[in-house]
């Protein structure tokens, strides 16, 4: 079992910054990688980005350049710094671990607002 706990959600005005931090407890050696997703209302949830425990990157074209996700020195924390937001990137941000063996835990999601 990996238990997965979000932060750093709120309201920012386009071009402004946020960032996300997810926990992971738990059975933390089980976990290959770790991202984040996020899902706007009437669309499907989509990838924003990803990092494996080797410490390999991967991003949507859509945040390439704006988003950057890192680990913490512990390498079960997880943190996506957003910069220069745009109100396209209002949505339910949550939090992702994949497991080495298969299947995938998720945290309880962070509303993240771009608005002016």
């Known amino acids: 079992q990996v238990q997965l706990v979000e932060s750093g959600g709120g309201l920012v005005q386009p071009g402004g910054s946020l960032r996300l931090s997810c926990t992971a407890s738990?059975?933390?050696?089980?976990?290959?990688?770790m991202g984040w997703y996020r899902q706007a209302p009437g669309k499907q949830r989509e990838l924003v980005a990803a990092?494996?425990?080797?410490?390999?990157?991967s991003y949507a074209d859509s945040v390439k350049g704006r988003f950057t996700i890192s680990r913490g020195n512990a390498k079960n924390t997880v943190y996506l710094q957003m910069n220069s937001l745009k109100p396209e990137d209002t949505a339910v941000y949550y939090c992702?671990?994949?497991?080495?063996?298969?299947?995938?835990?998720w945290g309880q999601g962070t509303q993240v607002t771009v608005s002016s």
């Open positions: 738990g059975n933390i050696f089980s976990i290959y990688a």
């Open positions: 990092v494996t425990s080797d410490g390999s990157t």
């Open positions: 992702n671990a994949e497991l080495k063996q298969g299947g995938y835990y």
